[in-house]
């Protein structure tokens, strides 16, 4: 008899589909809390609703979860322009600011700089996280318009495919140009720490002839650009919903040129005590093209609230979610200096 051949799953494979069925639990039970019918847009600034929302002329921004938005109704937003967490090394849905900064102060060597450590899962747990956001956007965003949401190369795909699933469609990939710095290192380090022979160690550290782990020096941020499926012609749907169409004509960045995919900006210098501040002039060139003056941007990830800042100058309305109590601190401080 031939004995039977037992074919293993890849490890990634079977926690992919572990993790799909599993029922996701919101971070903050809000499920009883009943949706909003409409959302009321205060004349007043910085008139606080509750201990957890702070609103003004143009804004309201959420101390909570975007996992359930019950704040928002249906088919309300014009865009969302969003900078998860990349559920890279830490840095997930309970990212904690204050110890990634601590790590980053420890250093490199002994171990790979903080937010680069390479698990399979972490892409698996980013798309499983992203679905239940992505689907909230999905539901608030009107027929036509666009969610812009920023990932990087290797969870890119996490990003298009966790946003493809709720019902967007993927159109483009943007990516965001800058000048980084090279972040691989040597291994000579490693190899002056082996208990071998110093001859040995020589010879060896010669043999890799200075390479280096697998890092290009990074020189772009990609984002995912989707729509939410418009409701018949791109005319029809413009005169229903004013969107789905592009503003070709008003660029902030390289103004003399049709709009690329390639987008340089520079790096904010400010970082407002967050490691992963997007540049303002990005956000609002990204806003002019995708959206109207008078639109709501909705960011369910805001961090140091740049989307919001971005939004609030070219004459937009921002509604935001944010789980950090310290970034809504920042986040109305960066309000109240525009
Ligand atoms: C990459 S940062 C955004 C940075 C932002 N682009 C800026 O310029 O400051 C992602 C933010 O999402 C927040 N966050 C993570 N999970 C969240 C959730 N479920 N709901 C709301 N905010 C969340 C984190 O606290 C973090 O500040």
């Excluded at 060139?285 to 100058?313: K, Y």
Aim: proline share 7%.
């Amino acid at each position: 008899m031939p004995s039977k051949t037992i074919v293993r799953k890849p490890a990634v494979q079977m926690q992919m589909e572990a993790t799909f069925t599993q029922k996701r639990q919101p971070i903050q039970s809000i499920q009883s809390v009943k949706r909003a019918k409409s959302v009321k847009w205060l004349k007043k600034p910085d008139k606080a609703i509750t201990g957890k929302a702070i609103t003004g002329r143009g804004y309201q921004i959420y101390n909570a979860s975007s996992e359930e938005m019950v704040h928002i109704p249906d088919n309300n937003v014009s865009l969302v322009l969003t900078d998860p967490p990349y559920f890279i090394d830490g840095m997930d849905n309970r990212w904690d600011n204050r110890k990634l900064q601590r790590r980053v102060k420890k250093g490199v060597v002994g171990g790979i700089p903080a937010g680069q450590k390479f698990d399979p899962a972490q892409g698996v747990n980013l798309q499983k996280f992203l679905q239940v956001v992505a689907k909230e956007c999905f539901r608030v965003l009107k027929p036509g318009g666009f969610m812009l949401c920023f990932s990087q190369a290797r969870l890119v795909h996490r990003t298009a495919s966790a946003l493809e699933y709720v019902g967007f469609e993927i159109r483009d990939m943007i990516a965001w140009q800058y000048e980084g710095q090279p972040k691989a290192f040597s291994q000579d380090h490693f190899v002056r720490k082996m208990n071998i022979p110093e001859k040995e160690k020589r010879e060896l550290i010669n043999q890799l002839g200075g390479r280096k782990t697998p890092q290009l020096k990074p020189r772009m941020e990609l984002i995912v650009l989707a729509q939410k499926p418009k409701q018949g012609t791109f005319i029809e749907n413009w005169l229903h919903y004013r969107t789905g169409l592009i503003d070709v004509q008003n660029p902030l960045i390289e103004p003399d040129g049709f709009p690329a995919t390639i987008i340089p900006c520079k790096k904010p210098k400010e970082k407002h005590g967050h490691m992963t501040v997007k540049p303002i002039d990005l956000c609002r060139h990204l806003i002019r093209i995708f959206s109207v003056t008078n639109d709501t941007v909705l960011d369910p990830f805001m961090g140091t609230g740049t989307t919001a800042l971005a939004a609030l100058t070219e004459k937009r309305k921002c509604i935001g979610y944010e789980i950090d109590s310290d970034m809504i601190e920042i986040i109305t401080k960066r309000i109240k200096s525009i």
